[in-house]
């Protein structure tokens, strides 16, 4: 299948900047079954039904944005931007760097006086591995002071990372660090919806993924067969694969809170749709023709043109359902991407 099959013409002015406020004022699309309303996120305790699960993903987002100064031994000095991904050990980190020309093994990145990296290895992937003169919590503590937010390169091409997005960018339920994205379906939700979502009978649970910077990476290949997703660490608890295993005993659906957590869920999942206690690295990529073995409904965001997190949700509720949708948000003006509504969608039918 060609990824040009997946291409839709958004203009640039829909691409939101800032969340909506409060969060849960955002729009919410729902699609089922082909039918299209229009809501809005705080609608959802209506939307759903008593019992249905949501698995919300408790990853907290680090400050994963540094700016360094390359500096050589001949005087020659860069400024470079780099954007963490992946931690490799105690002292290591893969990440993806601009501009990546002005870089070679070995050269010396400095944040600060007492904090700086040598570039390893420079990779086939576009990325490079960094070794920190520090680590463990030490690191930790020295990104947390000298990095920024890493906003997605359709909001931070437009404007810096700033104190609001300290905020902005992490959800209600950021627990365990390790993520350089956030998952952006859960910004929706405030204290006041959980409570509403409470009263009605509507369950939660969290698991753990750790979202990637490579989920902003475009697919450069002709056809979604030659592509490669960057493999992201997760983990599911024996609490919360009970809560998901029981809901579907009990014929209650589950609904995955974000395409992190659909990931997730059906890297860990059983031929029966069951999940157990599960830790380990997913690069599952999901496309039309997928059969879904664990969610029944997705909340999602807006995603862009020819993305992975597109073809998901097309895989879900089906290519030309999908394309109509999102023909209809950009009617309606619908805010796309991380910052924007979002969607409740209905799994197609098998």
Not at 170 to 189: E, I, M, R, W, Y
Not at 226 to 236: N, V, Y
Request: charged share 20%; glycine share 6%; aromatic share 8%.
């Amino acid at each position: 299948m060609r990824v040009e099959s997946f291409d839709f013409d958004l203009p640039d002015e829909l691409i939101a900047l800032r969340p909506a406020q409060p969060r849960d004022a955002a729009r919410c699309l729902v699609v089922r079954n082909g039918a299209l309303q229009d809501n809005v996120m705080r609608d959802l305790p209506v939307l759903l039904n008593p019992g249905d699960l949501l698995v919300f993903n408790d990853t907290r987002v680090i400050p994963a944005a540094l700016r360094g100064l390359r500096r050589r031994a001949d005087g020659s000095e860069a400024s470079i931007h780099l954007n963490l991904h992946k931690r490799v050990d105690h002292a290591c980190w893969l990440a993806f760097a601009r501009p990546l020309r002005r870089l070679r093994p070995n050269d010396r990145i400095i944040f600060s006086q007492n904090f700086f990296a040598i570039v390893s290895e420079l990779n086939s992937g576009g990325d490079i591995l960094l070794k920190f003169n520090l680590s463990g919590a030490v690191l930790d503590a020295a990104i947390e002071a000298h990095g920024a937010m890493p906003l997605p390169p359709y909001i931070g091409s437009k404007r810096p990372a700033d104190m609001r997005d300290v905020q902005d960018y992490q959800t209600l339920f950021a627990k365990v660090d390790g993520s350089v994205a956030a998952p952006t379906a859960a910004l929706h939700f405030t204290p006041e919806l959980m409570l509403k979502l409470e009263k009605k009978g509507i369950k939660h649970c969290f698991i753990t993924l750790h979202v990637g910077a490579g989920t902003f990476l475009p697919v450069k290949s002709e056809y979604i067969s030659e592509h490669h997703m960057h493999a992201e660490w997760g983990s599911i608890s024996s609490l919360s694969a009970q809560a998901i295993n029981a809901a579907h005993s009990e014929g209650r659906r589950v609904v995955a809170v974000g395409t992190t957590s659909l990931r997730l869920l059906e890297s860990a999942a059983q031929q029966d749709g069951t999940v157990g206690t599960w830790t380990g690295e997913t690069d599952i990529f999901i496309t039309p023709g997928y059969r879904f073995l664990t969610v029944d409904a997705l909340i999602s965001n807006f995603h862009l043109p020819k993305s992975t997190l597109f073809m998901l949700v097309s895989a879900f509720c089906g290519m030309e359902v999908m394309q109509a949708a999102y023909q209809h948000a950009i009617r309606e003006k619908y805010r796309f991407y991380s910052y924007g509504d979002g969607s409740l969608l209905f799994r197609a039918p098998v």
